[in-house]
């Protein structure tokens, strides 16, 4: 079965530091999304991105988060200055049909 | 966007039925009907989506009324590793909001030996 790989899967940062995860989407697949979960709450979307764009982002996704398909297979988060509310399990999802995302394994991000 | 209120928590045992309901009274006509799955520590996993009747694929069944305004998601003959979060999402997957999934705190399902 195809998949979504991240990676690392878990990241220590300090404070302040920028950090960029990144996510493999399924090879045809040409909608692409961030999410994440803080321990022991709901996932939460942050982005997505369709035809080299973000098409939507939610009000978390501030001036801090960016992403980018820098090739045609990589698709990455940047964090530019984490704080610590930013520790959380980050997932990347892929979808070809609508409502069917894949889901990677995710990062978990961890803000000292 | 229309809210789903589904159980908290579900215990079962190994081989039994679990029968999963949630509830969106304020369906629009657009929306489809999502059900996912997570375990610890991993992505939510798509299980099944429908729009209305019946659903059935390899790994659970999919039962909508006619008014639409609920859902059970029905796993035939449970395992230990059925244990999981179960997330009901509905939504007009087709919409301008393409994608976007919208996860409540959904049921934690526990398979007990």
């Known amino acids: 079965e195809p998949e979504v790989t991240q990676t690392p899967s878990h990241q220590v940062t300090q404070m302040g530091q920028e950090v960029i995860l990144r996510c493999v989407p399924i090879?045809?697949?040409?909608?692409f999304y961030w999410y994440r979960q803080i321990l022991g709450q709901k996932v939460e979307f942050l982005v997505s991105?369709?035809?080299?764009?973000?098409?939507?982002k939610s009000e978390i996704f501030d001036d801090q988060f960016s992403v980018e398909r820098p090739d045609g297979s990589n698709f990455t988060l940047k964090i530019r200055s984490t704080k610590l509310e930013d520790s959380a399990m980050y997932f990347c999802?892929?979808?070809?049909?609508?409502?069917?995302?894949?889901f990677g394994q995710g990062t978990r991000l961890t803000v000292v | 966007l229309a809210k789903t209120t589904q159980p908290i928590s579900m215990d079962s045992y190994e081989g039994q039925e679990v029968n999963i309901t949630c509830s969106h009274n304020?369906?629009?006509?657009?929306?489809?009907i999502t059900w996912y799955q997570q375990f610890p520590s991993q992505g939510p996993r798509f299980i099944i989506q429908g729009y209305k009747t019946k659903v059935t694929n390899e790994v659970a069944s999919l039962f909508i009324p006619a008014d639409r305004k609920s859902s059970t998601l029905s796993l035939p003959r449970v395992s230990l590793s059925d244990t999981a979060v179960y997330y009901c999402l509905v939504g007009d997957i087709r919409g301008s909001t393409l994608g976007r999934l919208y996860f409540g705190r959904g049921t934690q399902l526990t398979v007990w030996p």
């Open positions: 999802a892929s979808t070809g049909t609508p409502g069917e995302a894949f």
């Open positions: 991105f369709y035809n080299n764009e973000i098409s939507e």
């Open positions: 304020n369906i629009a006509t657009n929306d489809y």
């Open positions: 090879s045809n697949h040409l909608y």
